[in-house]
C-alpha cells in the first residue's frame, strides 16, 4: 500500500488555481503521478519548465487516463467543454472535481456528460489573488482558507470523504452546501466585490480624461485596494458574472437600493443615518477578526511574496 492519498492526479487547467494545487499536491506528496493538460501550448510548456508536475499533454483526454482524482481548473464557461472532452476517458470510480467561482452552472454544464461510476464533485476553494497563470501559483494558497464542496444527490459518501480529506491536506477547512445557496452566498461576498471594483476603476478611468492624470497621482489606499480586484483575470470574471447571473443581478438590486439610501442621506445632510450605517459596517470587521477569520495579514504577506 503507497502513503500517497492518490495514485495518479490529473489537472485540466494549470494557471493560478491548477498549478497552486499542483504545488501543493508535491509539497505535501499527495500523489505518485501528477498528470497536466492545458489548452495553450505556451502555459503547458511553462507548466514543465516548473516541474509543476510528471506528465504533460496537450489532450486533456489523455491526461485523465487512469487518475483517480481528476481536478477542472479552467474558466467556468469552459467547464462543459472540458467535461464532453474528458468523459470517455474518465477511469472508473475516479473522482471528478473542479474549482470554479460558480457551482451551478457548471453543475449543469458538467454533469450530463459524466459517465455511471464516475464521482462527480463540485467544489470550490475560496481563496485566490488577482493574478493569473502557472508562475502565479504558490503552494500555501489554501491554507487556512475554506473549501466548498457542493456534491449533487445521492453522491458516494466515501468519495466525498475522499475529497474533503485532499483539501484538508492542502490546509483547507471543508464545507458542504447546495449549489444554489453557494451561488448566493458567493454572489455578496465575492462576486459583487470584484463587480464593484471595476466598475469605480472604470469610472475612475473615464473620469481621468477629464482629470488628466490625477487619478493615478493621488490614488489613495483605498482605491488601490479596488484596482487590485479590478486587475483580476478578464475571462475569469466575465465568465463568472454570464454564469452566476440570477445570484449576482439580485444581489445588485438590493446593493442599488442600499446605494440610494446612502445617496439620500448624503443629500439631505441626514448624519445620523450615515453614522449607524459606517458604525454598523465597523462593527462586522471586528466580528470577522474576532472570529479568527481575518487573513488579511498572510494574505499581504503572500501578495508581497507573490507580486509580479
Ligand atoms: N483566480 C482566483 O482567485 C480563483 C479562481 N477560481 C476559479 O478557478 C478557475 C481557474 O481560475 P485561475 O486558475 O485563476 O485561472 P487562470 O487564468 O490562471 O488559469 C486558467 C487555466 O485554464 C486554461 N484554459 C482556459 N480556457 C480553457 C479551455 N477552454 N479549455 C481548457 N483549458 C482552458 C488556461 O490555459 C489556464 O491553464 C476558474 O473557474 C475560477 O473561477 C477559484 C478560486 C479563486
Ligand atoms: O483576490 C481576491 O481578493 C479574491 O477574492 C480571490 C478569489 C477570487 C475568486 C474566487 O472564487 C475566490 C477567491
Redesign the pocket.
Known sequence: MSDFQFDKIAL???????SSIARAIKLHGLAREISIS???PL?LARAEELELGTFYTES?AECVKDADLVIV????G?SG??AEQIAPALKQGAILTD???TKASVISQMQPFVPEGVHFIPG??????EH???D?GFADLFEGRWCILTPVEDTDAEAVRKLRSFWESLGSRVDEMDAEHHDKVLAIVSHLPHIIAYNIVGTAEDLETVTESEVIKYSASGFRDFTRLAA??P??WR??CLHNKDAILEMLARFSEDLAYLQRAIRWGEGDKLFDLFTRTRAVRRSIIEAGQDIAEADFGRHIRHEK
Open positions: 485540466i487547467g494549470i494557471g493560478l488555481i491548477g492545458t489548452r495553450s502555459t486533456a481548473s479552467v474558466p467556468v469552459a467543454a472540458v474549482v470554479g467561482s470550490h476553494p475560496v481563496a485566490g489573488t493569473s497563470g502557472p502565479a483580476s483575470d475571462v475569469m465568465d463568472v
